[in-house]
């Protein structure tokens, strides 16, 4: 019998491990010969309609135009509850990438739970996808080298959604702000916007979020006699607010009610009756081309409704990784979002798309108009698009950008 001495036996027993850590096929490399990827979602809160469910759908037809498979390796799909608390958000990204071997976690809407589970998400080498949440400083000075940004930010929705207002002559602005992190970028965004195309912001109310009695800040935002009075929140939140402000007189006479982050599936709450004549920015359209119709004929199947621009962006965004994850026959994260960043995105989401430095995913955004009753001639037929603006005009600029990892 020949001699095996012991030190081979611990490098055939470590070829082994290593064989089992890292499944290859043709040359790529799959961690764990599975690519798991993480939907932590807001299921039964106040956002449930705009991400939840139909955000874990989006990332299933994602998944299923891959055939299940990338790489030859099978693709799982986890899901959980974060309840918009970034504590839960934390531990269960936290399990997910210790014990379950999670290779992206993603969704995360509520901006507070995106900036937790980034932090997680870096320190334990995995990747962060953030495609429900706004705040600005996900992709500015919270940046972090595994994350990327996809639908919007809050500078881009106040950008698009208010400087055509104030030309209108909607010059004195006031705020209902949920008071957390992504109410209040959207209200400074919002802000600086006003006041640099020569309106003002006369005054503003902050709400605890969820909130459901909107009653007292209505009746400071009517007795402020602003123009325009904008509500930045989202969800369930703002469709309470638009409709008690109507019941108290909100947005008549002239003057505007405009929703800083609105969806689809606010306005099918709020009706055409409602939430006609509304405009806001929106990055998603269902009946824009042929490629959000085919999309969004998917997700009728599944869903029974059209999708929102979030969920729109999870699909978008989940099927980018699976492809940079190919294009880099890899799953690292750092060889993912090279490969991410070399791509022209361009689907039935995003156009024109192209991920920077920040991790920020810079596309053209549409500024809509709601349809009124007599204009809306079929089911889901809510929208007019009066702009499309170039992905360049809508985000704040590298130039301006406060994150690390941009060299000046």
Same mark, same amino acid.
């Given at each position: 019998?020949?001699?095996?001495?012991?030190?081979?036996?611990?490098?055939?027993?470590?070829?082994?491990?290593?064989?089992?850590?890292?499944?290859?096929?043709?040359?790529?490399?799959?961690?764990?010969?599975?690519?798991?990827?993480?939907?932590?979602?807001?299921?039964?809160?106040?956002?449930?309609?705009?991400?939840?469910?139909?955000?874990?759908?989006?990332?299933?037809?994602?998944?299923?135009?891959?055939?299940?498979?990338?790489?030859?390796?099978?693709?799982?799909?986890?899901?959980?509850?974060?309840?918009?608390?970034?504590?839960?958000?934390?531990?269960?990204?936290?399990?997910?990438?210790?014990?379950?071997?999670?290779?992206?976690?993603?969704?995360?809407?509520?901006?507070?739970?995106?900036?937790?589970?980034?932090?997680?998400?870096? !320190?334990?080498?995995?990747?962060?996808?953030?495609?429900?949440?706004?705040?600005?400083?996900?992709?500015?000075?919270?940046?972090?080298?595994?994350?990327?940004?996809?639908?919007?930010?809050?500078?881009?929705?106040?950008?698009?959604?208010?400087?055509?207002?104030?030309?209108?002559?909607?010059?004195?602005?006031?705020?209902?702000?949920?008071?957390?992190?992504?109410?209040?970028?959207?209200?400074?965004?919002?802000?600086?916007?006003?006041?640099?195309?020569?309106?003002?912001?006369?005054?503003?109310?902050?709400?605890?979020?969820?909130?459901?009695?909107?009653?007292?800040?209505?009746?400071?935002?009517?007795?402020?006699?602003?123009?325009?009075?904008?509500?930045?929140?989202?969800?369930?939140?703002?469709?309470?607010?638009?409709? %008690?402000?109507?019941?108290?007189?909100?947005?008549?006479?002239?003057?505007?009610?405009?929703?800083?982050?609105?969806?689809?599936?606010?306005?099918?709450?709020?009706?055409?009756?409602?939430?006609?004549?509304?405009?806001?920015?929106?990055?998603?359209?269902?009946?824009?081309?042929?490629?959000?119709?085919?999309?969004?004929?998917?997700?009728?199947?599944?869903?029974?409704?059209?999708?929102?621009?979030?969920?729109?962006?999870?699909?978008?965004?989940?099927?980018?990784?699976?492809?940079?994850?190919?294009?880099?026959?890899?799953?690292?994260?750092?060889?993912?979002?090279?490969?991410?960043?070399?791509?022209?995105?361009?689907?039935?989401?995003?156009?024109?798309?192209?991920?920077?430095?920040?991790?920020?995913?810079?596309?053209?955004?549409?500024?809509?108009?709601?349809?009124?009753?007599?204009?809306?001639?079929?089911?889901?037929?809510?929208?007019?698009?009066?702009?499309?603006?170039?992905?360049?005009?809508?985000? !704040?600029?590298?130039? %301006?950008?406060?994150?690390?990892?941009?060299?000046?």
């Amino acid at each position: 019998m020949k001699f095996i001495p012991p030190t081979a036996l611990v490098l055939s027993t470590l070829a082994l491990l290593t064989g089992a850590a890292h499944a290859q096929a043709g040359g790529a490399k799959i961690s764990d010969g599975v690519v798991k990827i993480g939907v932590l979602t807001d299921i039964n809160g106040p956002f449930m309609d705009n991400v939840g469910k139909g955000s874990i759908v989006a990332t299933e037809i994602a998944v299923e135009e891959f055939g299940g498979k990338v790489l030859g390796m099978p693709i799982e799909i986890m899901t959980a509850d974060h309840q918009n608390k970034a504590d839960i958000a934390s531990t269960k990204t936290r399990e997910w990438l210790d014990r379950d071997k999670v290779d992206a976690v993603t969704e995360l809407g509520n901006s507070a739970v995106a900036l937790a589970a980034m932090k997680i998400a870096q !320190e334990k080498g995995r990747m962060s996808i953030v495609t429900g949440a706004g705040a600005q400083r996900i992709s500015n000075e919270d940046c972090t080298p595994n994350n990327v940004h996809w639908v919007y930010d809050s500078y881009a929705l106040a950008n698009v959604g208010t400087k055509s207002l104030v030309k209108k002559g909607f010059k004195t602005w006031y705020y209902v702000t949920a008071d957390y992190a992504f109410g209040h970028s959207l209200e400074n965004d919002g802000r600086k916007f006003i006041e640099a195309a020569g309106g003002s912001v006369v005054g503003s109310s902050r709400y605890p979020f969820p909130g459901n009695d909107f009653a007292s800040y209505i009746v400071k935002a009517n007795g402020s006699k602003a123009n325009a009075v904008a509500i930045a929140t989202a969800g369930l939140d703002l469709q309470n607010a638009i409709k %008690q402000g109507r019941e108290f007189g909100l947005g008549t006479g002239g003057q505007a009610t405009v929703a800083m982050l609105m969806s689809i599936m606010d306005v099918h709450g709020l009706g055409l009756k409602n939430a006609g004549n509304m405009m806001f920015a929106e990055s998603f359209y269902w009946d824009y081309d042929d490629e959000s119709r085919k999309f969004a004929d998917k997700f009728m199947k599944k869903m029974k409704r059209m999708p929102t621009a979030l969920q729109a962006g999870q699909y978008s965004a989940v099927r980018t990784y699976l492809k940079a994850v190919e294009q880099a026959q890899s799953d690292d994260v750092a060889d993912v979002i090279k490969a991410m960043k070399r791509m022209r995105i361009q689907d039935a989401f995003a156009k024109n798309g192209t991920l920077r430095d920040d991790g920020k995913m810079v596309h053209d955004m549409l500024l809509v108009k709601v349809k009124t009753p007599s204009e809306s001639k079929k089911p889901w037929d809510y929208y007019s698009v009066q702009e499309t603006v170039p992905g360049k005009e809508a985000f !704040e600029s590298l130039d %301006q950008s406060k994150c690390p990892l941009v060299k000046k």
